[in-house]
């Protein structure tokens, strides 16, 4: 169609049991798209997570193959939320009947759950397109008086479980966080939507890993546990709904910082500090990778 901008440079992200999809896919979009797909373009020994992330500030548009095997991994959510960081054309392709997280619904998204053929014709009709909202955003309510002195409650008390911990005073902060566990409850059940009281859910489970493995991150280690696993979802889905909250962003950094997964949890850091350019522990946190660093290159 005459006026309208082709886009020429294609990301596909898609989770392992789809990849069949997507190297379809990429055989019919490479006809006339640049296309990007991790088993075409990585090699042995790539710094996975620095090569997506170039892949994805590249491309124009990110093609986000949808399906209950994407929805429940987590390098696909990285992908989906750092394109939405960065602003760049998001459009969602549903292969299954897997819910749409809150922020995608707002999409025009392409069915495919039908036909391919139907929903590729629809594809390459969308592509120079922006994804308009398919309805706008409903306006975020204020929570109630005593919903805001809760999470008030919450916040002020997780600063002090901050500090204690920062004194070494694993007691007086395991105390502080056990008074915490019912109110984080309670607000999860009044607001159940709500991006940050879901950020005060991470930074509570990712408080509870650091009091209960005190002496093994004191000793340099950090052990798996389900408890930064749930920190971890809880982050995600306050990006899910709010993609500009940068303690969320800054709250998966920290979470795969435990996990010693440094250029991904500097990529968070960063991204929470492009946002909020005063926020004091991502700054502080920045220098604890630096400190990693340095220390691997000691032990090496």
């Known amino acids: ?27 019919d979009l490479g006809r006339s798209h640049e296309v990007w797909i991790d088993h075409v ?33 987590r390098n696909v959510r990285i992908e989906w939320e750092s394109a939405i960081m960065i602003e760049k054309t998001l459009i969602p392709c549903r292969l299954d009947d897997a819910e749409l997280e809150l922020f995608l619904k707002r999409l025009l998204w392409i069915d495919f759950r039908d036909s391919y053929d139907t929903g590729l014709s629809k594809l390459r009709d969308s592509l120079g397109q922006p994804a308009y909202p398919q309805h706008p955003p409903k306006e975020t309510t204020k929570p ?6 809760l999470i008030t409650r ?37 607001e159940e939507e709500d991006p940050y009281i879901f950020a005060l859910a991470g930074y509570h489970y990712k408080n509870a890993y650091m009091i209960e493995n005190w002496d093994a ?73 630096e400190r990693l660093r340095k220390q691997r290159e000691v032990e090496l």
């Open 217 to 289: 991150i004191q000793a340099g280690e950090a052990p798996p546990s389900k408890l930064l696993e749930k920190a971890e979802g809880y982050f995600h889905r306050a990006l899910a709904i709010e993609p500009n909250d940068p303690s969320a962003w800054n709250g998966i950094g920290n979470v795969l910082l435990f996990r010693r997964d440094l250029d991904a949890a500097e990529f968070f850091i960063k991204k929470a500090i492009e946002m909020e350019p005063r926020y004091a522990a991502a700054k502080h946190d920045l220098l604890l990778i």
């Open 154 to 190: 919450i916040s002020t008390g997780q600063g002090k479980v901050g500090y204690h911990l920062g004194q070494n005073q694993v007691t007086e902060a395991q105390a502080i966080q056990s008074a915490l566990d019912k109110e984080i409850e309670r607000a999860l059940a009044e």
């Open 144 to 149: 109630r008086d005593d919903v805001r002195a």
């Open 41 to 73: 373009e990585l090699h042995g020994g790539d710094p996975l997570l620095l090569e997506i992330q170039r892949a994805i500030e590249n491309c124009d548009s990110l093609i986000l193959l949808w399906s209950a095997p994407a929805k429940a991994s």
């Open 1 to 27: 169609m005459k006026g309208v901008k082709i886009m020429t440079k294609l990301f596909i992200s898609h989770s392992w049991e789809n990849k069949p999809v997507a190297r379809k896919l990429t055989e």
